[in-house]
């Protein structure tokens, strides 16, 4: 009753229905994998807000040479809560416009701390509104503290887009928080990541508003899983549901689809 699946147009319908399973499960694995990932982030951010702080160069470390920067951070140090010492250099502050907390548009603070082995960590102080004129008008920046500071923080990779480093107004200004493209405007090494400012000593000026950790949405990437492998079984029941059908209307009694009708073994469908 099921030799007709042995013809040329069924193996046809069969390989089509087998790739499209296989391409649904190689993209529910790619959402499986994309769901780990960013678990991991989850749980990294989470363990940073109960971990102590561990000393910078012990997660990463700075480029040899002036006006570059170190390293990518590894995936697993990302989120890891950090401590460095050294001394803020507000002359080459860096401001990150067109940046959004608490639906405002603004500018994020990058500041390089000068380490005791000359070598630098953009230390992202934090968002401040616009100055007058419009969103994309400098800001009054509030003042370093002098001397020696502390600074803890989390341990970020670079934003995948490097963006331009320009000087506007005496202020290097740019869209990404990007080290590599930053460094050449620095007079000396500089890590790879970067440090989120989480507290100071001395403490920071209360003018800056703290940037929100934000967990990622890993649900979202298990509900395509879910999504794409249901949609590869539907497939496979589709072609079987197809299948039977047409061995149905084989039978005497049914109507195959020449219309040909099996009842009377000889007589046309509609005569």
Known sequence: MYRFLLTPRWLGYLALALAGALVMVQLGNW????????????????????????PLPSVAAPAAVPGTAGATPADTATWTRVAAVGRYDSANEVLVRSRTVQSRVGFEVLTPLVLADGSAVLVDRGWIPPGAGGAIAQPQVPPTPAGEVTVTGLLRQPEPMSGLVTRRDGKLETRRIAPAAIA??????IYGGYVLLQAQDPAGDPAFVAIPVRHENSWQNGGYVVQWWAFAAMTLVGFGWLARREARGRRPGGRDQSGVHDQSGDRLAGR
Do not use: F, G, W
């Open 184 to 189: 050449a405007e620095l007079p000396y090494p």
């Open 31 to 54: 959402q499986l994998d994309r769901y780990r990932q960013r678990s991991a982030i989850n749980e990294r951010i989470d363990a940073a807000a109960v971990q102590a702080p561990v």
